[in-house]
């Protein structure tokens, strides 16, 4: 389901799945796209943030474009305890790797890998000079 | 010949691409077919146009057919020079009828009353247009053929585009001259600029895809999802919001691609709002501050701005009332009643 911008319009309510994960993604070349996640946030129950949230990063590959500093992405990321990945869509290649990440994150937060759970593997995403 | 001619004729033929010259010198028709066919035209630019100078040698070309050349080659590359856009008013409502050697006939006259030293060159369009090329000199020195001024206008409407050269002193002259010959009694200058001739001839002759305001009691259902997004397995969720935004984006710009401006301008004379316990600029002054807005297609990009999500949908009437306008040149001042205040939303 694709949307662009939290609360989900109530109409559908009645026809949507469950919700497994939440991919927000953040178009680095667009301060608008930043301040767009943040605000749809708060419209996230607390229960997603264990493990069902991921913050994907568009457009890094132009490097000169950059309108978002990735200190404020990394901030954002420790805040709601959730992995951050990043990716350049341009790029068929990172494209279909981005996906491949994605779904197989998907398998686990809806639960169709036994023995891992969204929980356990948010905390094996953490980086290794946090805390 | 004279070497002045020869080397501008030099010059304007290398301005010329390669595989355009053939026709451009089959327009200009100075040169006959014979002439035309002894030229090599698969060798460097450099020895077409030597080649193209010892045949008008042959012929005696003299300034004016060279400024002919000239006037025909901006008439097809329009868009490397800058153009103003003016508009003349009439004082009475008598429609007179456009005679187009009377409107010469007066044009030189005013010029040459003024100035004895200019080069002045008529050419006639089918589409109404007349190209006046006017190169300018001082009563000591003779004209500088390569900062012409060019008029275009098209006689049945009091629109003239004007691009100016550098010696923008010869502005008001030629407004004068303008007015004289083609029998109106005013001239001002609108505040609309671009480099693309045949834009600002779309705006000004309302010639591009206007939308008017049609009741539609249930929303069209022609426009679908794009067809990347085919897919069912894909759902949009803000379908609603983003048909909203399409439809709102249609009644602001209209159907058909517009008009080609690269730059719109504000001015803006107004005081500055900040938080009272900051006391930023207490003086109370009008705070001097020019936006502009710059891009190789501006209206196009303003359209796209809401649909990429880039900025709230609708936009603020200040950059969608361009066209309609016919302005790209802006002055706010504060709110008495003449412009909103309204910013675009970052």
Not at chain 1, 10 to 16: P, Y
Not at chain 1, 53 to 82: D, H, M, P, Q
Not at chain 2, 48 to 65: F, G, P, R
Not at chain 2, 179 to 204: F, G, P, W
């Amino acid at each position: 389901h694709l949307a662009t911008s939290l609360p989900l319009p109530s109409e559908r309510h009645h026809l949507r799945p469950r919700i497994d994960l939440i991919v927000f993604m953040i178009d680095i070349k667009s301060k608008y796209s930043l301040k767009n996640v943040q605000t749809s946030l708060a419209h996230v129950d607390a229960s997603f943030f264990l493990g069902k949230v991921c913050f994907l990063v568009t457009g890094v590959g132009r490097v000169n474009a950059c309108s978002i500093e990735t200190n404020a992405i990394c901030k954002l990321g420790e805040a709601y305890c959730s992995p951050v990945l990043y990716c350049e869509l341009e790029l068929e290649g990172i494209r279909l790797a981005t996906a491949q990440r994605l779904l197989r994150m998907l398998q686990i937060c809806a639960g169709h890998i036994p023995g891992v759970s969204a929980l356990s593997f948010v905390s094996l995403m953490r980086n290794a000079d946090d805390d | 010949m004279d070497e002045t001619v020869a080397e501008y004729i030099r010059r304007t033929v290398l301005k010329i691409p390669r595989d355009e010259i053939k026709t451009m010198l089959e327009k200009w028709g100075f040169l006959s077919d014979t002439q035309l066919q002894t030229l090599n035209f698969h060798q460097i630019k450099d020895n077409i146009s030597q080649e193209v100078v010892q045949l008008c040698e042959e012929n005696s070309a003299d300034i004016k057919q060279a400024a002919v050349l000239d006037i025909i080659y901006n008439h097809i590359y329009p868009n490397k020079r800058m153009w103003s856009v003016y508009q003349m008013k009439k004082s009475g409502e008598e429609l007179e009828y456009f005679d187009i050697t009377d409107f010469k006939k007066k044009f030189k006259g005013r010029l040459r009353s003024a100035l004895k030293n200019v080069t002045i060159t008529f050419k006639e369009y089918e589409d109404n247009a007349i190209w006046v090329r006017v190169a300018w000199g001082t009563p000591y020195k003779k004209p500088n053929q390569y900062k012409p001024s060019y008029v275009v206008y098209h006689s049945q409407t009091p629109y003239v585009f004007i691009s100016a050269s550098v010696l923008k002193s010869n502005l008001p002259l030629l407004c004068q001259a303008l007015i004289v010959a083609s029998n109106y009694h005013d001239i001002r200058e609108m505040e609309l600029r671009s480099h693309s001739l045949n834009s600002l001839k779309d705006i000004v002759f309302k010639r591009y895809s206007q939308n008017f305001q049609t009741y539609t009691p249930k929303p069209l259902q022609e426009w679908n999802v794009e067809p990347e997004c085919e897919d069912i397995r894909i759902v949009q969720e803000n379908r609603s919001e983003k048909e909203r935004i399409h439809r709102l984006n249609q009644e602001a710009f209209g159907g058909g691609p517009q008009p080609k401006l690269e730059f719109a301008q504000y001015k803006l004379e107004t005081m500055f709002k900040s938080d009272p316990k900051m006391d930023v600029l207490d003086k109370k002054e009008p705070f001097r501050c020019l936006v502009k807005f710059s891009s190789p297609h501006l209206l196009e990009s303003l359209k796209s701005l809401a649909p990429a999500g880039m900025a709230d949908a609708p936009l603020s009437p200040l950059l969608t009332c361009i066209p309609h306008k016919a302005r790209n040149y802006f002055k706010i001042r504060e709110k008495k009643g003449f412009f909103p205040e309204s910013f675009v939303s970052p």
